[in-house]
């Protein structure tokens, strides 16, 4: 099996759980990219624990679902954003999240994998990853 974007198979993966209720989900395959995005999460208070089983191929995450997520995914094109743009209220952060200090939107930034409230704090843009509320 191909697998072109392991995020997005990761998050699709969260929301059907969470649609189902269900207490856990395994996602595979891990990437850097995603233990990253879920750590975002886990700060958030919207994911329980997590952890990274090493299958000897592509590795698996074991996450507990806490049940807060509404809606999560990501986003496509990864959109590059500016401190200024982040700062402020734009259209595309509208598009995302249903109000304003509803959600968060993940951002790859200098710093790492932040938050859109933690890039703010750190005066630094980045490049759009994800979104949840």
Not at 13 to 31: D, F, G, L, T
Not at 99 to 119: F, Q, R
Request: hydrophobic share 45%.
């Amino acid at each position: 099996m191909v697998v072109m974007d392991t995020l997005a198979n990761a998050l699709s993966a969260i929301y059907n759980a969470e649609i189902r209720a269900k207490k856990e989900v395994v996602v595979w395959p891990a990437s850097k990219l995603t233990l990253n995005v879920l750590k975002v999460l886990q700060r958030e208070g919207y994911i329980g624990e997590f952890e990274y089983i090493d299958d000897g191929r592509w590795g698996k995450i074991k996450i507990q679902l806490l049940g807060r997520i509404n809606k999560i995914g990501v986003i496509k094109p990864r959109y590059p954003v500016k401190h200024r743009e982040l700062a402020e209220f734009p259209e595309w952060l509208k598009r995302y999240l249903p109000a304003y200090n509803i959600g968060v939107i993940i951002v790859s930034t200098p710093y790492g994998v932040l938050s859109h409230k933690e890039a703010v704090e750190k005066q630094t843009g980045g490049v759009l990853l994800a979104y949840c509320y």
